[in-house]
């Protein structure tokens, strides 16, 4: 075989090398739409803000000069413990209630109180801030200026803004909720009362922590749901004639399998019929 024959050959069989690679790539599925589903947990949630409203009795001072203060902050007395001493004759303070005792104060203890909700309204909440001041050891006061307060750790309330997309609850429902500033802990709520022309639900604490004695607002994720299981994107899912299916990968072509939606969120879901290393498409053409 002559050179230019060879030559002409090679092209030839570069040519059709590099059309039948064109071919696959046009028409297989590129390999970055497929995910690889795992187990997981997805929550249904919003963010929104919230204050929190203690029952806390205020105590200020009776006397000018300089306190001595004799228990710490967040510490559990019960009524007519010794808190502090005013002044050089040393004139005793005491709590006058049980519950926790705290030396931060923001002015918004008597404004902030449970029991009657009618004065709660929306831009009170959206106009909340956390500006507490704290009585240090050593300071002189002078009389009639705050001390501390007693606040009762079991009873404590948090008012929550609803967005207009969000159903309200009813009156005695629970559900949970997630400060994300705080201690991304999860807290059981029960709701108390709605004031329903400014969408704000006021519900009851079943925990304290110190951390709320210097909080008055916070933004709290409302968890409406937790979803454990396989988890997919939203996008995988197709709605067929009878529910619902993923793409999966076949025998030279993908194929339909149907899956049973158990819950999610706007972008992922968790489902059943799909095992964690499964591979579905995303964007699936069907």
Known sequence: MSKASKKNLFLVIFCASLFLILVIFIYS???NSLYT???GEIREEFSSDAILIREELVIESQYSGHVNILIGEGQRVRSGTPVMTVGEEEFMVYAFDTGVISFKHDSDENLFCPGDW???????????RNNFSTLRDGQWVREGQFLFRVVNNFNLYLAILFPPDQPLPSDGSSFRIEFPRLDREIYWVQVV???FRDRIVIVEMRQFVDE???LRTQQVNVVRGIHRGVVVPREAIVEIEDGYAVLVPGRGEPVLRRVELRGGNETMAVVDGLTPGDEVYLQPDY
Request: proline share 9%.
């Open 193 to 195: 009362d709605t004031i």
């Open 37 to 39: 589903v795992q187990y």
């Open 29 to 31: 599925p590129p390999r």
């Open 212 to 214: 709320f004695l210097s």
């Open 118 to 128: 009618t004065y709660l309204e929306r831009e009170l909440i959206t106009g909340a």
